[in-house]
């Protein structure tokens, strides 16, 4: 059965002590997975440390950061590599997020480096992928995103394509209360899927866990979670709020 995930993308929000309060008392839920079942917490570089050993005695209940530098090493003030990520014990990294492609201008090609980093320090790469309004408007969605997976992933075997998890961030949905239905998101899902598929063949596309980012919240989670193809979610402001992720963990299938 494929991983049913609720990823927390905190982005550059919170002060460390905020932070904690958060974790806590999100924890502080008591809410149970099963094996299938999996919380991520992605948190800024600082917070790392704290949160890892917040979540240390929870099954399933892990920490990822929120990028790595496509370079393993060097010159790079500021910059923080994936061998530094996995250092500290922290085993995932998000990669391709829409902000670092449209603020940052991150490229396919830099991501096809960015996830041979990460997948050859033993993380687990959470890739962003997703098309904006125009792209959307103008019925090109499919062949963009296939677009970004091909440039960015297909040069990897099935043994490490299937470890990685998939996060559909269609960009008009993020931040502005607008969330793709149900059926679109299941559209697209099964889209990615069908990709991966035509690659590597059913059995390995049907391992990989494909989460749906676009303004998720407490109310519409479950409707989404419930479609064949929607294995959970990439939550940006709604996992800054105690009940709005509860609800969401708890709407995991």
């Excluded at 980093?117 to 792209?135: D, K, M, Q, R, Y």
Aim: hydrophobic content about 40%.
């Amino acid at each position: 059965m494929r991983k049913k995930i609720a990823a927390a993308n905190w982005k550059m929000n919170l002060r460390y002590e905020q932070g904690e309060v958060l974790l806590d008392r999100i924890l502080g839920q008591h809410i149970d997975l099963a094996n299938h079942q999996q919380v991520v917490f992605a948190v800024p570089f600082p917070y790392l440390g704290m949160a890892k050993s917040k979540v240390a005695n929870r099954n399933n209940y892990t920490i990822a950061a929120q990028n790595c530098h496509d370079k393993a090493s060097g010159a790079y003030t500021g910059e923080v590599s994936a061998e530094m990520i996995q250092s500290i014990g922290v085993g995932y990294v998000v990669l391709g997020h829409s902000e670092r492609r449209e603020y940052f201008h991150e490229t396919n090609e830099m991501l096809a480096s960015k996830i041979d980093l990460a997948i050859s320090n033993g993380l687990t790469p959470i890739f962003c992928c997703g098309e904006a309004l125009s792209i959307r408007e103008a019925d090109k969605q499919n062949s963009f995103v296939e677009t970004q997976l091909k440039e960015s992933l297909f040069h990897l075997d099935s043994e490490n394509i299937a470890k990685l998890i998939i996060a559909y961030e269609p960009i008009w949905a993020i931040g502005t209360g607008k969330t793709a239905t149900s059926t679109q998101a299941q559209d697209m899902h099964k889209h990615i899927r069908s990709v991966f598929a035509a690659k590597y063949g059913h059995e390995v596309a049907n391992q990989i866990s494909i989460l749906y980012g676009g303004s998720v919240n407490g109310k519409n989670a479950e409707e989404l979670f419930n479609q064949p193809d929607v294995d959970g979610g990439l939550v940006g402001g709604a996992s800054l709020k105690v009940d709005e992720f509860s609800l969401i963990i708890k709407a995991l299938r």
